[in-house]
């Protein structure tokens, strides 16, 4: 599917989704317990791949007419899979459930879509082979399909942590059923901190207690997944929420407010700050976890996404509205998501227009040589890319013809109808 866009101004208010990166631990967590009921849950293609492996393993889900999610789990000891896993485009699916499958006592085979079967998984693969488990690529080039043989019992093990934080959430949720627990050295400086931090806080919610060390994180065995009266809550997402922010930044005279946007560990809350910095009109209300935002003249700022990497597009966009320029730094892990990325924002903001500069670890953003100008252009299949090159569109001369937009079910199903409630400009193309 294709959508074009108008340029247009946007008012009103907008409800976040629910976090993918809670609702994915939240539905495994599920798993890992004796079950649970989520609410709030995001019902995504990416989360509803993390479900299908807890059945795989086991556990049932079940969705309410209410979005709430009725699990049962496999009580920390998954099955060995009926099938093969098939994680789609999901790398939170396919980390965190190799950790499970790496607990069952026999074969589980992974694989996703064409993008998923590029993303780098060998460190997790060589962990589990530390722990004493068998995992291996198919093709021996760290990449799905995976083939993981349990089950491993736990220990200490080193892995570096700026290629993906995924591989330790996955070991510290696995681990907490394992005998003896897992020990956890980091080998480099770890990227996308926050996103650990998610993990420990759901953990702790469920009753799991893991840590951080001196060395890098541990998580003692033994340990039984139950959530306080068998229930827990997703937050809203704010990696989601970034794109209403930057649309209300951009395109909003009147102003968005946006709910569900209580704190928590999520370093994507980040983005209140950023479009503040920009210049943007920004007001968040903590307590009831509401975020007003309208627009302003926004200038250039230099920020580094170490620990949000989901904020690259995003940030990209607002950068190419900006007078100056906008440098985002620390930026190499973005190239392993979905697509690269850093060369995707660079070449589809190109084709509207935008001047950046590209390099391994940097994307700089020239906002006074640009004129954002309408163009027909690539989402590559990539939700985040989508989402930021509509942003674009609403404020370009001229039409914009995204490309692939179904692509956006991955994170936030609806975005584009919420676009158009909102008063944007939006044609299917
Ligand atoms: O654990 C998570 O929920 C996620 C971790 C991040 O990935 P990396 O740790 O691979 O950077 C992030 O980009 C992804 O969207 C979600
Ligand atoms: C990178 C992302 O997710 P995942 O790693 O789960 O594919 C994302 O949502 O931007």
């Known amino acids: 599917m294709n959508v074009t866009i108008t340029p247009s101004s946007v008012r009103g208010t907008a409800r976040a989704p629910p ?35 807890v059945e795989l393993f086991g556990g049932t889900v079940e969705r309410q007419s209410d979005g709430t999610l009725e699990i049962e789990g496999f009580d920390g000891r998954p099955e060995v899979p009926a099938d093969v896993i098939n994680c ?25 879509d064409e993008s998923l079967r590029s993303r780098p998984q060998g460190p997790l693969l060589e962990a589990i082979q530390e722990l004493g488990g068998w995992a291996e690529s198919t093709r021996g080039n760290g990449q799905a399909p995976l083939v993981v043989t349990g089950p491993i019992t736990g220990g200490e093990v080193s892995i570096p942590g700026d290629v993906s934080s995924q591989y330790i959430t996955s070991l510290l949720m696995a681990g907490a059923v394992t005998a003896e627990g897992i020990e956890i050295d980091l080998e480099t400086e770890l990227k996308s901190a926050p996103y650990v931090d998610i993990t420990t806080e759901l953990l702790a919610d469920y009753g799991v207690d893991a840590e951080q060390t001196d060395r890098g994180f541990t998580v003692a065995g033994g340990q039984s997944y139950a959530p306080a009266d068998g229930k827990y809550a997703v937050p809203g997402d704010f990696s989601s929420i970034s794109y209403l922010l930057a649309a209300g ?14 704190p928590s560990a999520q370093g994507d809350t980040a983005i209140v700050d950023i479009v503040e910095r920009m210049g943007a009109e920004v007001e968040w209300d903590r307590e009831n976890g509401t975020i007003d935002v309208s627009k302003a003249e926004l200038e250039g700022i230099e920020v580094s996404v170490e620990d949000t990497p989901d904020l690259l597009p995003t ?3 607002l950068g190419a509205v900006a007078e100056g320029d906008t440098h985002i730094t620390n930026a190499e892990h973005v190239r392993y998501k979905e697509t690269d990325r850093v060369s995707a924002m660079a070449e589809e903001l190109g084709t509207m227009g935008v001047e950046t500069t590209e390099e391994q670890d940097l994307l700089t953003i020239h906002g006074s040589e640009s004129t954002l100008s309408g163009a027909t252009v ?7 890319i989508i989402m930021s090159l509509a942003l674009a569109g609403l404020v370009a001369d001229g039409e914009t013809t995204v490309q692939g937009t179904e692509h956006v079910d991955v994170s936030f199903p609806g975005f584009f109808d919420l676009l158009e409630e909102l008063g944007a400009d939006v044609t299917e193309a």
């Open 315 to 317: 940030i990209a966009t």
């Open 378 to 384: 690539d989402g590559r299949a990539d939700h985040r």
């Open 249 to 262: 930044a951009i395109a909003s005279e009147e102003g968005i407010h946006v709910e569900g946007a209580q």
């Open 19 to 53: 976090s993918k990166s809670y609702t994915h631990r939240a539905i495994l967590a599920a798993g890992y317990a004796d079950g649970a009921t989520v609410r709030d849950a995001l019902w995504s293609a990416d989360t509803r791949a993390t479900a299908r492996a």
């Open 88 to 112: 789609d485009n999901s790398g939170t699916t396919m980390r965190l459930v190799a950790g499970a499958a790496a607990l069952a006592d026999g074969m589980s085979v992974l694989t996703g």
